[in-house]
């Protein structure tokens, strides 16, 4: 008879750590969709390995040496996955025709609760916000898969050096080195990253108020009033992005399909620990889902918002595809 624990047995120790791990997974591949399937894969690779578990690590540790390794398996046949921002320099004709290119395999958000960042959860001591901020995630697509790796074990999760040497096969000295150039390339692709997300205040509360108002309401003069003087607009799988309060405005008017007050719904909610909006747009008698907004706070105005127009993220935020109209107060 085996001595393999039983489903129960082994899920009974692992399954707390989860949503830690598909953060970690998510940091490492960009993909909420593809880290849900890496911590799938590891936790079948802890199950069938567990028997050979001898306790000289944690079982924490153990299972993030898991997802790291097959992360970096999967990242071997994988492109990276930018933002828009990550390709080249803002449009300037914000009134030309968007493109889109599907081809491309964008970075995806991340919800709160998926990964343990939500306010008061217990899973937020290993998962901050800060660690899932989509700039960060954005600017670790830069670095080779190992770099990233060694970043993120000792960064973010505080690892001694040792101990990433042994979760992946590598000496001390080589996780130093990674660890330093991994460091030195980040800072040249964002200089700004020691940003912190700052907790949502009454007055920050009241701008994203503003935001959604203005929006529902399609009053393009309030919307542009609201973001700060360098503000980024992107929306992949678009490929332009856009800089300037005025610009984005222009391409609000010109390019949005809504076009009138109604037009547009935003529920609010929240992705990789910052503000977000799942925007739906009005077709006939039913609200449809259109995108999904990520905004970046700058003090009172709103400095970066990423416009994400994949539909199949909404059933991963556990949102519906459609609202009635009635339910809309903009509607009327």
């Keep these: ?40 894969e590891t936790y079948l690779r802890a199950w069938r390995s567990y028997e050979g578990f001898e306790g000289r690590s944690s079982l924490r540790t153990w299972l993030y040496s898991i997802a790291t390794r097959a992360c970096l398996t999967a990242l071997d046949s994988r492109s990276r996955r930018p933002l828009p921002t990550g390709l080249g320099t803002p449009e300037a004709e914000a009134t030309a025709p968007v493109v889109e290119q599907p081809e491309v395999p964008w970075l995806e958000p991340v919800p709160d609760g998926l990964v343990g960042a939500g306010p008061g959860d217990p899973a937020s001591i290993v998962t901050s916000r800060e660690s899932i901020r989509l700039a960060l995630v954005a600017a670790l697509q830069h670095l080779p898969p190992r770099q990233r790796a060694v970043l993120i074990l000792r960064e ?45 205040s009454p007055d920050r509360q009241a701008l994203l108020d503003r935001y959604m108002t203005a929006f529902e309401n399609y009053d393009v003069d309030a919307i542009v009033e609201l973001f700060t003087k360098d503000a980024i607009w992107e929306m992949p799988p678009y ?5 300037g309060p005025e610009n984005i405005g222009r391409l609000i ?68 595809r459609g609202l009635p109209v009635e339910e809309g107060s903009a509607a009327k």
Aim: proline residues 7%; hydrophobic residues 45%.
């Design 253 to 320: 008017v010109t390019n949005c399909p809504a076009n009138k007050p109604g037009d547009l719904r935003l529920v609010p909610v929240a992705a990789n620990g910052q503000p977000a909006f799942a925007a739906y747009l009005r077709a006939g008698g039913e609200y449809h889902a259109f995108a999904l907004q990520v905004l970046t706070l700058t003090g009172a105005r709103v400095g970066h918002v990423v416009m994400f127009f994949d539909v199949s993220l909404f059933d991963l935020f556990g949102l519906p």
């Design 1 to 40: 008879m085996s001595d393999r624990p039983s489903n129960e047995e082994f899920l009974q120790l692992a399954d707390p750590l989860r949503r830690e791990l598909l953060a970690h997974c998510y940091r490492m591949l960009g993909s909420a969709h593809d880290a849900e399937d890496l911590v799938q």
């Design 239 to 243: 490929p332009g992005w856009y800089q």
């Design 156 to 200: 973010v999760l505080s690892w001694r050096a040792a101990e990433v040497a042994a979760a992946l096969d590598i000496t001390t000295p080589a996780v130093n080195s990674m660890l330093q150039r991994a460091r030195a390339r980040l800072h040249e692709v964002s200089p700004t990253l020691d940003d912190r997300v700052e907790p949502l």
